[in-house]
């Protein structure tokens, strides 16, 4: 059988799970990479002899068709990338292949789509306002923004450029930052949403939506929004899960993974938004490591048309977090620990992956992109795990030169 994965830079996602995934299913792998990764991709994938790489403009839904039907004859068109979900949707769809909903993908890609369905279907009413690329950002003031609101690339992802402002002058002001940046990127402008930020985890077939769990996001202080650490929740509260699951019915979204952020706002939850793929930066590893579920093998099987098992058989009992040790100025890494994969004891495992190398130089973008590793920590104990990972960050050294 024959799986056509689509893809942007590599990723953890799809070096170590998606592709062994593939390789333990027996499955031919035609990676369709974009032309200014597909190097990197090639020697990523040199060992492994049942896949090939081949570029691609995967942002073009035609010429991923094109290929695809010039190419062997697909069995599945997936892919895990934000930027791709669409393009993946449509190619699937086209060879009459397992496939999500393209519009549904195109919503959750969206916020401003995102944010007019919920309204529509009367799930969630959140003020938003869109902003062209050419258009002034002094017509955002007529509008009367509830301050504080955040500002955002409608089609952002990691975090990036995404900011609290707190009156006009803040919002012109950074605006005009992130066009420098981003001069073709239409931006939003929505309600602050207060509350505790937590995630749900899906995977979903024909017949329905199973969850796998959540994590409890902490973020760095105002006026960013950086991910430092998640807590796992293996079971999510089900009050708040039925609303989750219902505001994404309303999107159409269920079918295969997906990561939802939400805050719990007065005992109910309110969508932050809506990631149609496994959630990343490691946390998909540590769900298949902590639950003990064939993960990576679960997602492909649903896009082959294999129905998930009436029990998925997930380990209970368990704990996990994650941290991220993050740069808080722009220079050049002097000092961190490398690569660690330990057992220190008290039926606890410390796994931890660097994300820079030392003596690269980077700038600061005050988002995801300055994590300068993931530490993943998880064991029976919860105290047991929550001392192992800060006692690893007290005994490590991580220094920026400027």
């Not at 930027?83 to 969206?110: C, E, I």
């Not at 002034?136 to 509008?143: C, N, Q, R, S, Y």
């Not at 690339?153 to 981003?182: K, M, Q, T, Y």
């Not at 002097?334 to 700038?363: C, F, S, W």
Request: proline share 7%; with cysteine.
């Amino acid at each position: 059988m024959r799986l056509y994965l689509l893809a942007l830079n590599p990723t953890d996602s799809v070096t170590e799970g998606f592709l062994p995934a593939a390789g333990r299913l027996g499955l031919d792998v035609t990676l369709l990479a974009d032309p200014a990764h597909a190097g990197a991709h090639r020697e990523l994938c040199a060992p492994l002899p049942r896949v090939e790489v081949l570029d691609c403009d995967v942002r073009d839904f035609r010429s991923v068709i094109d290929l695809i039907g010039a190419a062997h004859r697909p069995d599945a068109v997936f892919t895990n990338s934000d930027h791709l979900q669409v393009q993946a949707a449509l190619a699937a769809t086209y060879f009459g292949l397992p496939a999500k909903d393209w519009t549904a993908a195109l919503r959750a890609k969206n916020k401003a789509q995102m944010r007019r369905r919920l309204a529509d279907t009367g799930m969630e009413t959140v003020w938003a306002a869109e902003l062209a690329p050419e258009q002034p950002a002094t017509d955002l003031l007529a509008l009367a923004p509830p301050y504080p609101c955040v500002l955002k690339p409608r089609e952002g992802v990691a975090g990036e450029d995404v900011v609290l402002v707190a009156n006009d002058a803040e919002l012109l002001a950074c605006c005009a930052g992130i066009r420098s940046r981003r001069p073709a990127a239409a931006l939003l402008v929505e309600e602050f949403l207060p509350g505790e930020l937590y995630t749900l985890e899906t995977l979903g077939d024909r017949h329905g939506v199973r969850v796998l769990g959540g994590f409890h996001t902490r973020l760095s202080p105002p006026p960013y929004f950086i991910e430092t650490r998640m807590d796992l929740v293996p079971e999510p509260p089900p009050a708040i899960t039925a609303g989750v699951l219902s505001r994404l019915d309303a999107l159409g979204v269920g079918f295969g993974a997906c990561h939802t952020e939400f805050v719990v706002q007065d005992g109910r939850a309110r969508i932050i938004e809506v990631n149609y793929r496994a959630i990343g930066d490691r946390c998909d590893l540590l769900l298949r490591d902590v639950l003990g579920l064939p993960l990576f093998e679960h997602i492909l099987r649903v896009h082959l048309g294999i129905d998930l098992p009436a029990d998925l058989g997930a380990r209970t009992g368990r704990h996990a977090r994650v941290d991220y040790p993050c740069a808080d100025r722009a220079g050049v890494l002097t000092a961190a620990p490398g690569r660690e994969d330990t057992l220190p004891g008290g039926g606890v495992r410390i796994d931890y992956h660097p994300l820079r190398a030392i003596g690269e130089r980077h700038e600061l973008h005050r988002s995801n992109r300055d994590y300068l590793g993931v530490l993943r920590t998880f064991g029976d104990d919860r105290d047991a795990v929550h001392r192992a990972a800060e006692g690893f960050l007290t005994d490590r050294q991580w220094s920026i030169t400027p």
